[in-house]
């Protein structure tokens, strides 16, 4: 086989296995609002976010903050990097309610938000934040 057909095989497999992730992400301030705060998946069903989830990430960052943070927060473990590591998806806001889930910071938003952050957490990071806001979080795979 030629290694183009190989490229396409293997994205059309990666495509597959990601079409539970999120087609569209929302804001922690729009779900909160919801009665059943929920998004679309890419086979158009519905992900539900549990209250208790979203209420533990709404004490852990600023309130002037539930607008810019994008949920669920997708966790890409990607194979052209060590085995175990994750990439986490959106910017400093998600990489803020990872790191103080996971206990990597015991700073504030404001002070976490002036340093650069690498936006990879390894694998026993992403089990505890699964453990602890698994309804927000979901494995991608690239």
Excluded at 51 to 70: F, S
Excluded at 115 to 136: C, G, M, V
């Amino acid at each position: 086989m030629s290694d183009k057909l190989l490229d396409l095989i293997w994205s059309l497999d990666i495509e597959t296995i990601n079409d539970h992730l999120p087609a569209e992400r929302k804001s922690l301030k729009q779900l909160l609002t919801e009665e059943k705060p929920h998004v679309k998946t890419k086979k158009n069903k519905n992900h539900f976010m549990r209250k208790k989830d979203l209420e533990l990430a709404a004490k852990i960052l600023p309130k002037e903050e539930w607008e810019n943070i994008r949920l669920p927060i997708i966790l890409l473990r990607r194979t052209q990097l060590d085995k175990g590591l994750f990439s986490v998806s959106g910017g400093v806001c998600e990489l803020f309610l990872i790191a103080k889930i996971t206990e990597r910071t015991k700073e504030d938003f404001e002070i976490f938000k002036m340093n650069d952050h690498q936006p990879y957490i390894w694998k026993p990071e992403a089990f505890t934040a699964i453990r602890k806001i698994s309804s927000l979080i979901i494995i991608g795979y690239s």
